[in-house]
């Protein structure tokens, strides 16, 4: 069996689905690996990298033909809806797929009558923690939107006791108690910060007090749902947890929020009326800009300030951290393949609750999204 990992086309995506350390773990399942060339010089994996691993590297030239041969494409963003349309039948696709959103992408494949795999829907069970990319590149944003945080902020986060006086540590609240929420939260921790936390999940004040910040508990009921995620609230009680929230965002030298879904809108956590008392030269950092944002007036992929508040509108956070982001994708990679390959082939069983949840398309048949 043939995997091929093209570069990724997408601008401003820096990581590479396989890294260098991951082919001989796809060389045991009986994968034969093929990179293009420079498809990880964005992550620091030179094509002598891959080389050296034991995977074949081909020029831009002898891309379509890779694509053509392939059993396995293994990419980050999802293929063009031209890549994907030459994938031969019966290959199987793996990315960042969402059904409702990548549409023609989809069709694309189920018209070249191969299959497409989504790591946006791969079940959160146990038995499938080591495929869950969502989770790993979460670690990556939740991580990174502290360091953000903290480069901007005018101001130290730890205490410092000085002979010219005492300077408090800043403060910082996090709102989503998701795996970015957690790993955000302990980033600041370590910074020296005093962290606070809310999340609509009653589950998540036993995690937020493990990591070592305070749980902010309003008066209102949790909104637990299946697979980890929060349930969808109704407006009424969106306006009283804003209401609720104002005074501890208004507190808070750096404001970080986590809260998405994957392939939906994101919730509208922060009105402009509730930054209005924060103050000047604070700083807010919204992991969900990319799909409308959970803070009013942020923009993915640009910095806006409005009245002395900064505000970092995340795009592509993952990305600005290519090296680990990849690594971590790889592994994931590996582990689904590694469910996926039975003696040498490709055995998807349509019963398996792991391909039955990620399965976007089953041999040229559209498993889900609008045109299901």
């Known amino acids: 069996m043939k995997l091929f990992v093209p570069k990724e086309t997408r601008e401003g995506e820096r990581r590479v689905a396989l890294v260098p350390d991951t082919v001989s773990k796809l060389a045991a399942l009986g994968l034969d690996v093929t990179v293009e060339s420079d498809a990880g010089a964005a992550a620091f994996a030179t094509d002598a990298d891959y080389t050296a691993a034991g995977a074949t590297v081909v ?49 694309a494949i189920a018209g070249a009558g191969a299959t497409a795999l989504s790591f946006d829907l791969v079940p959160r069970i146990s038995r499938a923690q080591s495929m869950d990319a969502l989770t790993s590149q979460a670690l990556v944003t939740g991580y990174r939107a502290t360091l953000v945080g903290a480069e901007n902020l005018p101001k130290f986060f730890p205490l410092f006791m000085t002979a010219a006086g005492t300077i408090p540590p800043a403060k910082v609240l996090v709102l989503g108690a998701g795996v970015a929420g957690l ?62 929230l104002t005074p501890y965002i208004t507190e808070s030298d750096v404001l970080i929020t986590t809260a998405a879904v994957p392939g939906r809108q994101a919730p509208r956590l922060v009105t402009s009326e509730m930054l209005a008392g924060m103050k000047p030269g604070s700083v807010v950092v919204d992991l969900a800009s990319e799909t409308g944002g959970n803070v009013e007036g942020s923009v993915a992929g640009e910095q806006v ?68």
């Open 183 to 244: 790993q955000a939260i302990a980033t600041a921790k370590r910074l020296g910060a005093v962290v606070s936390a809310y999340d609509v999940r009653a589950a998540s004040k036993d995690e937020v007090h493990s990591v070592g910040a305070n749980f902010i508990e309003l008066d209102l009921e949790a909104l637990e749902a299946g697979g980890g995620y929060a349930k969808e609230m109704t407006e009424e009680r969106a306006a009283r947890q804003r209401e609720l």
């Open 305 to 372: 300030i409005i009245d002395g508040v900064k505000i970092w509108g995340a795009k592509d956070v993952a990305s600005e951290m290519p090296v680990h982001a990849s690594r971590l994708y790889a592994m994931n990679v590996v582990a689904l393949l590694g469910l996926a390959v039975k003696e040498g082939e490709l055995v998807l069983d349509p019963e398996d609750e792991v391909f039955e949840g990620c399965a976007v398309v089953l041999n040229g048949e559209i498993k889900k999204g609008d045109a299901a």
């Open 59 to 107: 020029e831009p030239g002898a891309v379509a033909a890779a694509f053509a041969d392939a059993d396995v494409i293994a990419t980050v963003r999802p293929l063009d809806p031209e890549r994907a349309s030459t994938l031969k039948a019966g290959a199987v696709a793996l990315s960042f797929l969402q059904p409702n959103n990548d549409t023609e992408t989809i069709a």
